[in-house]
């Protein structure tokens, strides 16, 4: 049975002093839940950061990943237009699509009845997962989905990470 662990975070952590440091405790907590669970499949909602790190420790460890796009000018404008690094970086993005094993484009638009195609995107990544890793909840997209984790009673691990996964 697939056991998939969703990462939600705040874009803040491409641009945080300490970012090398903090892949590196993520690929480190990944690897110790690829090695609970064999047959581990990540979910990434493809933002720069948190979720681009949890695309980068899948493609580099050879880890399925799935891919939740909130809809289909979202690399663009997120990853090209508006990185938080200041640069065009659509080949890095592109590159993490391309090596998922699954792409899900959540939403044909940014809003759908009111509600921003950011937020039904992290809904469907916590209607599918066992877990989540958590980064830096002040954003309000992590908002959001550590409410809707919550909500749902779904365990979860906020980084630097506690030794249990919380449920409250």
Not at 91 to 119: M, P, Q, R, W
Not at 122 to 133: F, G, K, T, W
Request: charged share 20%; glycine share 8%; net charge negative.
């Amino acid at each position: 049975m697939t056991y998939f662990v969703m990462g939600t975070g705040s874009r803040s952590m491409v641009t945080h002093p300490d970012a090398k440091e903090i892949y590196g405790i993520l690929r480190d907590k990944i690897l110790e839940l690829h090695a609970a669970h064999p047959d581990l499949v990540l979910i990434t909602g493809m933002a720069e950061g948190w979720d681009e790190a949890i695309a980068t420790i899948g493609m580099r460890e050879s880890i399925p990943y799935h891919v939740y796009l909130p809809n289909p000018g979202y690399g663009d404008y997120y990853w090209g237009r508006n990185s938080q690094l200041k640069r065009n970086r659509m080949e890095k993005f592109s590159e993490l699509v391309d090596f998922a094993t699954e792409v899900i484009v959540v939403c044909d638009s940014v809003y759908v009845n009111g509600v921003h195609s950011n937020f039904l995107r992290n809904d469907a990544m916590v209607n599918i997962c066992d877990e989540a890793l958590v980064y830096d909840t002040g954003s309000s997209g992590t908002k959001q989905a550590v409410g809707s984790l919550k909500i749902k009673c779904i365990p979860r691990q906020t980084f630097p990470f506690d030794t249990l996964p919380s449920v409250v």
